[in-house]
């Protein structure tokens, strides 16, 4: 039963992982074919967060697309592999990115303010969140500790 939860649980994680390379596929997609639209209208909605940190710069935007597509690949092959190493590798790279990415618009609103501010940094820190709470998810199982019979505690012989 508890191998069962396991595989439950790495199931649940590599689907998370999937659904969080297809967000970062589209973002990528998205900055890196029409940067000036993403710069204009991301995240969407009627929301414009990108834009609040004029001026437009189509280099920085296109690199920041080819970002998203990275993490987006490196994501995508975290799901599709059944491999615990290459998961943990891959979600400790993007809590490192989201996490830096979270810190710099924490402290620099840009022309954000209000509704839109606070609602862009608890996107950002949700991104920080997720890929955490996949990492403790994800864990290896622990090994259950040996017992040494106690005639052999000391190493003497039985």
Request: proline fraction near 7%; aromatic fraction near 10%; charged fraction near 15%.
């Amino acid at each position: 039963m508890r191998w069962r939860a396991l595989i439950d649980r790495q199931v649940l994680v590599r689907v998370v992982i999937g659904m969080l390379a297809l967000a970062n596929l589209w973002w990528g997609v998205w900055a890196r074919f029409a940067p000036r639209h993403f710069f204009d209208v991301f995240p969407g909605f009627g929301l414009h967060w990108t834009a609040a940190y004029p001026p437009y710069n189509e280099h920085l935007v296109t690199d920041l697309g080819s970002t998203f597509l990275t993490l987006g690949f490196l994501l995508a092959v975290a799901a599709v592999l059944d491999d615990r190493r290459v998961r943990v590798v891959v979600l400790a790279g993007v809590l490192v990115f989201n996490t830096l990415h979270l810190a710099f618009h924490a402290s620099h609103p840009g022309t954000m303010g209000g509704f839109d501010l606070g609602a862009s940094v608890t996107t950002l820190a949700a991104g920080v969140v997720a890929p955490a709470i996949l990492l403790l998810l994800d864990r290896a199982p622990r090994q259950p500790a040996s017992v040494t019979p106690p005639d052999t505690a000391a190493g003497e012989p039985r």
